[in-house]
């Protein structure tokens, strides 16, 4: 039934998106998700993916259109790792992307590029301002840097999971924006947060 599910979400939605093999299925308001195994890496993963659709948006607005915030769950050999990713345009591509590994002519893979994003979380106050180290991928999705050889960054997502669960309008923006950039995304997170709680999503 989900197969199904997924394909009729992903015909509805665009032509174009059958192009991309990982469709997502929505789960809610504006809360789609993905799960699925990547074999090269022997990680599984699974999405949830919020998007942002603008109060007084047409209604031919798509998912694919629409800034997104996901959380991914790695689990390996037993091992639960938590993911953020941000998409401040649209894209069709909602496909895992793994890590570098490394091969026989590239023994250390080169590290994706960096750019600093600053994030407040806001509710019944607001906190400070972090300012944290992303990646960036190959598809041009943000994913915050985890602690780690090549990464500033000394908290985990989990950490900020604190914050978020108290505070729950993830507000995020370029450290640096440059000229035609998108200054500054507001999500709404209680939906998702929902989610993770139904779920117990990712927990170690």
């Known amino acids: 039934m989900r197969r199904v599910c997924i394909a009729i979400f992903a015909t509805v939605l665009s032509p174009h998106l059958s192009l991309y093999s990982q469709q997502p299925e929505p789960i809610g308001d504006n809360l789609l998700r993905l799960e699925g ?14 998007l942002l659709k603008p109060p007084d948006a047409p209604a031919s607005l798509t998912p694919e259109n629409l800034p997104r915030f996901t959380m991914e769950c790695d689990e390996k050999s037993g091992h639960r790792s938590l993911h953020w990713l941000l998409r401040f345009d649209g894209s ?11 091969t026989p002519q590239e023994p250390l893979p080169k590290p994706n590029p960096s750019t600093n994003l ?15 180290q992303w990646e960036i991928l190959p598809t041009g999705e943000l994913q915050y840097r985890n602690p780690g050889m090549g990464s500033s960054n000394l908290d985990d997502p989990r950490h900020f999971m604190q914050w978020l669960t108290s505070l729950p309008n993830l507000r995020i923006s370029y450290a640096k924006p440059i000229p035609g950039q998108t200054r500054e995304l507001v999500f709404p997170a209680k939906p998702l947060l929902d989610e993770i709680k139904k779920e117990n999503f ?3």
């Open 37 to 50: 195994s990547d074999q090269p890496t022997s990680i599984h993963y699974q999405k949830l993916i919020l």
């Open 202 to 204: 990712c927990q170690p």
């Open 92 to 102: 069709p591509d909602f496909a895992f992307a793994p890590p570098p590994q490394p």
């Open 118 to 132: 600053k994030m407040r979380f806001e509710g019944y106050i607001h906190s400070g301002e972090f300012k944290r």
